[in-house]
């Protein structure tokens, strides 16, 4: 396993485990600061903030004006959690809105950060043999990490703002806040990808079926005959279900499946290409591209190789 799909495994692992970061915060902090909401979130928030920070710095190109973005996103964050106040007055889930309020924040500060570290991923810039490389599929799943966070935040969100404004729309329960989580996944997995995938009329009509089955999946939950009797057992498990449904469906859907054909050797030297304008560099006797100009070492050239989906 390379380097940065081990740190990708990282991230994703800080994510899952921020919840148990927040419980400790609430239960185990001294009181005397604030709620015991504010103390948990401000200890998710700067674990959190400060992990992702730390797995990363070896692969960002620090300059004066990226060093300047990242702590103008890193000061959004700290701001919401020093003002820790609602959009409205929930009442008595007015902690459960500000929480995901902050969780809020705090991931699409995430997806900032990355897009300001390595937005030179997607321009296809000259790599640095002295820095940490990150590839533009490898910048494409970090980004989608931050998911893991935000859509339960927007899912809290919007289930506040129905509650508090009486929006009822088609249903006069949870439903209602599924379709702003859905769309949002569906917004950032659009936009992180949609230059990565062979968009076919095929393809997009899977896509489209794909997203109105996850959608559906909690909707129609409740009107299902429930095995055990409890009527909270579907949806509760086609509300948990519709989140590996998507991204197996993905997966699935969005694959590249042309598979080079020939001998290994023709596949290998297939993959011999520019990493930054894709010509084909057989038979050269430098690792100097003669359409871009752009020179290479032969280890980056052979890292190319071995991790052609973009990953290492």
């Keep these: ?112 950060l990355a897009c300001v570290w390595w937005s030179w991923a997607f321009a296809r810039l000259e790599t640095h043999p002295r820095r940490q490389s990150m590839s533009a599929m490898a910048v494409r799943l970090v980004i989608c990490s931050a998911l893991i966070p935000l859509a339960p935040a927007v899912f809290w969100i919007a289930g506040s703002a129905c509650d508090e404004f009486d929006i009822r729309g088609p249903f006069a329960d949870y439903r209602n806040a599924v379709l702003p989580a859905a769309l949002t996944v569906w917004l950032v997995l659009v936009l992180a990808w949609r230059t990565a995938v062979t968009w076919t009329a095929r393809r997009v009509t899977l896509t489209l079926g794909l997203f109105a089955v996850t959608v559906a999946m909690p909707i129609v939950s409740p009107w299902l005959p429930s095995p055990t009797g409890n009527s909270d057992f579907w949806p509760v498990v086609l509300t948990l279900g519709a989140g590996p449904v998507l991204l197996a469906g993905i997966a699935l859907f969005w694959r590249d499946d042309r598979a080079p054909r020939g001998t290994p050797g023709d596949a290998v030297e297939q993959r011999l290409k520019c990493p930054a304008c894709g010509y084909l560099m057989t038979g050269l006797h430098e690792a100097r591209c003669p359409e871009c100009g752009q020179q290479y070492t032969l280890d980056e050239l052979y890292r190319r190789i071995l991790t052609p989906d973009g990953v290492g």
């Design 1 to 112: 396993m390379s380097d940065v799909a081990s740190r990708i495994l990282m991230t994703l692992a800080l994510w899952a485990a921020l919840p148990a970061v927040f419980a400790l915060g609430g239960f185990a902090l001294p009181d005397g600061f604030r709620d015991e909401t504010f103390r948990a979130a401000a200890l998710a928030t700067f674990v959190g903030m400060g992990l992702y920070v730390w797995l990363w710095r070896r692969f960002v190109r620090w300059s004066v004006g990226r060093s300047a973005a990242s702590v103008s996103l890193l000061a959004v964050v700290l701001g919401h959690l020093i003002l820790w106040q609602p959009m409205w007055d929930a009442g008595c889930v007015t902690d459960v809105l500000i929480t995901a309020q902050q969780e809020a924040v705090f991931s699409l500060v995430a997806i900032g």
